[in-house]
């Protein structure tokens, strides 16, 4: 076992004292912005976007640059599931399709090279593909931290099989991103918080974050962290139950770094690859607050059906209790996705209250058009950006988002977008 021992860390609890000025990074400091050290933690807040001042900002174009997938054709442009997508050497195209277990690579152009992968457990093969990991080398085809994962180098050839040191204590496992640094690559690996059964009332619940070396049998513990709200139904013994409108625990993983939000408020740690804290970065926001309409949408979702389809009297009845007993925060949280580009940039979906998806399937692809502040590797607020409806970016470069469409009768596809920089930022 390595670094630090397994501490409880509350993220909305890192308020600092404002003490000398300090940037550890040679950039200008644009109105707007103040940059501060406490405890050798540099507090980066923004009032106004570096974009906002400057009167220029990056733009996604309105169409997309590459569109991959047909309703009809040749099987390697059909998909089922599509589940991951990330831009390799020379804007080459890997897609992971959980439907068929597959992995495909297409060139810039969309020209199909080859699918590797398929259904099975022996070498190179899945059984729950949920998508890539990023190395040096080429990308690793994983799936979930409990099964095997399978390296590929960047043509697509199968190299070896990976296991991840997946503690079987943590329930429902999932690999969050790679870090780098001169020991090797490290797997960030978590879980998906459960509630405690058997507790009633509001509680929060916690989730492990931790690394594991690829190359070494070796696991590095970055902390428990506050991850989900619940809230216990008294007479169904405590079942567990998501807060409704609650925050929930957001992370990304770029190659030196980790971000992680609690997002009462608006705020995200940013983590090195020792686990220390060494950025907060926070904007002005203003606080949307939960309001009478939005409790009883809640309401209406536990107890209103469609005639002859109302549930059995014990799942009534426990709908009933859970609306009773749901305790509502204050306001909605101000970002509920962190997406790390390849250059260092922090991408943050602001939070929508009762934002649509087109599918209730995962991935979640958001139905309407969804907007991102874009934070620089010194944490400075640039701006505001939209991406399209029926889209959701899985992978972002200097100058390209790839991601998910979900087309006519929610077909996917496989889109990939231009960003347009001017002054070459």
Known sequence: MEGNPMRRITLVSLTFVYSSFACTESVSIPPGVSVRDSAGIQIVHSSQSVWESTGRGW??????????????????????????????RGNQVWIADRGINSIRIFEADGTHLRSTGGEGEGPGEFQALEGFLRVPDGLIGYQGAHGPASL??????????????????????????????????WAVISHYPQGQQGRTGLYEDQMPVYADLLEADSVRDFGLFTASRFVGVPGRRGTPHWQEYGPFFTMAVSATHLFLSWPVEYSISQIDTGGQVVRILRRDWDP????????????????TFPEGRQPPPPILDFRR?????????????PLDRLLADSEGNLWVRQHEPH???????????????TVWDVFDRSGRWYGSISLPERFLATCITNDRIAGIFLGEFDVGYVRVYAIEKPGGE
């Open 288 to 303: 949307s607050p939960v309001a009478e309409d939005d409790r009883q949408k809640f309401v209406a979702s536990q107890l």
């Open 321 to 333: 209790q859970l609306v009773d007993a749901m305790v509502y925060p204050e306001h909605h949280p």
């Open 152 to 185: 590929f180098d960047l043509s697509g050839s199968f190299q070896r099989t990976i296991s991840f040191d997946a503690r079987p204590e943590v329930r429902a496992p999932f690999v969050v991103g790679t870090v780098e640094e001169e020991t090797g690559v």
């Open 59 to 88: 733009v996604v174009s309105p169409d997309p640059v590459l569109e991959i997938g047909v309703l009809e054709g040749p099987d390697e442009y059909l998909f089922s599931s599509l589940v991951d997508v990330q831009l390799g």
């Open 355 to 369: 934002r649509r998806f087109v599918s209730a399937q995962s991935p979640r692809v958001p139905a309407e058009r």
